[in-house]
């Protein structure tokens, strides 16, 4: 496993109908399946929190999201994480995509400091398909204009690193290739992240989130 590239990204490769399609979809289920982002497990609704855990999802991440499972989606995005995958030489085993996450930024949301990886693998719970394994590549795409927003960039954390070849620590890095509409960044579940807040309109983004078995 190789992780000299800590992510990979593909600039503008989904065309400007996929992005429309997606949204269209998206919005389509906004006023029935939107729900309020929260850490903790995907089976957690947000009317059972306590107030104070409410309070504390609030300090950690505000935005709003849509799981998506539609074929076409993952037949169109999957090849593009096999192909990072396989140019960034990580070349991390996985057999199974979760549910993805439409996800809508309004203005003042964000994401703070998080992983994608759990402590332990999923249990048998989550079914046959997720039992047993571990999120290991995670990937997200741009779908909104650059210019429609300000704020809500991408930001990994790489203090952590080395940059063997000019011998100095790697710091924070905002992921400014992600900004145009229909790019993707593919990186490992383990890498530390976040989304800054939105300082002007609404950024929408597609989540995926690849598991396979451990050590593999």
Not at 21 to 31: C, Q
Not at 123 to 141: D, F, P
Not at 149 to 163: C, H, K, M, P
Request: with cysteine.
């Amino acid at each position: 496993m190789n992780f000299k590239w800590s992510y990979w990204t593909f600039k503008s490769e989904f065309s400007q109908k996929f992005c429309d399609d997606v949204l269209r979809l998206g919005k389509s289920l906004e006023k029935k399946h939107l729900v309020k982002a929260i850490t903790g497990g995907d089976n957690i609704k947000w009317q059972d929190l306590s107030e104070e855990q409410q309070k504390n999802v609030q300090n950690k991440r505000q935005s709003d999201v849509i799981w998506l499972e539609e074929q076409w989606i993952y037949n169109t995005v999957l090849h593009y994480v096999r192909e990072a995958n396989h140019r960034a030489g990580w070349n991390v085993q996985w057999d199974w995509c979760e549910s993805c996450q439409f996800t809508k930024y309004s203005k003042g949301q964000f994401y703070g400091w998080h992983c994608d990886s759990h402590s332990e693998p999923y249990k048998k719970e989550k079914g046959k398909n997720l039992a047993g394994k571990i999120r290991k590549l995670s990937a997200t795409i741009s779908l909104t204009d650059p210019n429609e927003y300000e704020g809500g960039n991408l930001e990994f954390d790489f203090r952590n690193q080395v940059d063997w070849e000019n011998n100095k620590n790697i710091a924070m890095r905002e992921c400014t290739e992600i900004r145009p509409r229909g790019s993707i960044v593919v990186f490992p579940s383990f890498m530390w992240h976040r989304v800054k807040p939105v300082l002007r309109g609404t950024r929408y983004s597609l989540v995926f989130w690849c598991a396979g078995h451990p050590w593999r």
